[in-house]
């Protein structure tokens, strides 16, 4: 069990928090693998439109249960139990996990205290799509991935500059991409 030690920004707004978090339909979270159907797999290939629509067992046979239950059904992983909440100084970008658009540039990620990676903001304004969500009797800014439409997360608008926008996301929705890779992949290991 993880306890957060709030932020500053958490005891302003302790209890908007508790209600703008990501979570309330929590979902067993597993760590992006290398073994995970979506490793295993191309990315899908994109209609003439540019986007992928693929069918609900398209999709299951890429992702994993969990992450098919928070791209594909807008749920959401268990705070602090995702691969990318804390604040780790990586250079990257960060994909969709289902279609791998890149979204995030680690420019842009920042510590919450929520236990979920956070952002100000997409690298470009096209990559996500903005969808109003009032379930759970909030009414929330959903994010979807503008490619394939899976559901990544909420933004909210406490976040710190230059946006002030706080986009909440799962780490089972995204997938980082170094900017550097670590060392160049033996060819023929397998
Ligand atoms: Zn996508």
Redesign the pocket.
């Known amino acids: 069990m993880i306890r957060f030690r709030p932020s500053l920004l958490l005891l302003a707004a302790a209890p908007a928090l508790l209600l703008s978090g990501c979570g309330e339909s929590v979902a067993s979270s597993d760590a992006p693998a290398a073994g995970s159907p979506a490793a295993a797999l191309a990315p899908p290939t994109p209609g003439p439109d540019g986007k992928?629509r693929l069918t609900a067992a398209e999709w299951r046979a890429r992702l994993t249960p969990a992450q098919f239950h928070i791209l594909r059904e807008a749920g959401t992983e268990r705070a602090g139990s995702g691969a990318y909440w804390r604040t780790d100084g990586k250079v990257g970008v960060y994909h969709?996990a289902?279609?791998d658009?890149a979204l995030f540039d680690s420019t842009s990620k920042f510590d919450s205290g929520t236990g979920w990676p956070s952002f100000t903001g997409p690298i470009a304004a096209d990559r996500i799509i903005n969808k109003v969500d009032t379930t759970y009797g909030m009414v929330r800014t959903e994010n979807v991935?503008s490619?394939?439409e899976?559901h990544l997360g909420h933004s909210f608008e406490d976040g710190p500059p230059p946006t002030g926008l706080r986009y909440c996301m799962n780490s089972l929705s995204l997938r980082f991409v170094p900017a550097t890779p670590p060392a160049a992949p033996e060819t023929g290991s397998k």
Request: aromatic share 0%.
């Open positions: 992928v969709c289902a279609c658009l991935c490619r394939c899976s």
